[in-house]
């Protein structure tokens, strides 16, 4: 879903036509993230979606995190800003930590589930397990370009370690 579309122009030239989403990578005491299956493809993703015009990044994924899974968080950092560059969405994900709240599912997610590590890349897409995989991290916010499934990122193979 797109928030804008205009044609207006910047000294002449054509002015780029964005989406801003927003994730939540919720982690737990034991290690294990928080993942939807969406209801619309089926994909296994961290929570999350389109920044509303009017509000904050962090209390976007808070936003999205709860609706879709019933799960109250709070931001901790951000770990990654990710473009698609397909569709033109920029997503900007945070680490969260859980504050309250069960599981559940919502019109927008037909699952909720906690996954090991390993689990990520095997149930995501990598565009998507990388999202997760940094946001595991201590290695400082990450800036990363997919087509929609896989990194553009040359000469990096964050999914697998290698």
Known sequence: MLIYMSNATQE???MS?????????V???DGRVLAIRRADNGAWEAPGG??????RPEDGACREVL?????????????GV??????GVVALVFRCRMTGGSEQTSEESTAVRWL????????????????VLDA???SGTQVRAHDGRRLLDAGQDAVSGA
């Open 12 to 14: 002449g030239a054509p």
């Open 17 to 25: 036509l964005h989406s801003v989403s927003v994730a939540g990578v």
């Open 27 to 29: 982690v737990r005491e």
């Open 50 to 55: 389109v920044l509303e015009l009017d509000e």
């Open 67 to 79: 609706e879709e899974t019933g799960i109250k968080v709070n931001p901790v950092r951000l770990t």
């Open 82 to 87: 990710y473009k698609n560059m397909t569709r």
């Open 116 to 131: 090991t590590r390993e689990e990520v890349p095997t149930l995501m897409t990598e565009a998507y397990a990388v999202r």
């Open 136 to 138: 595991l991290e201590d």
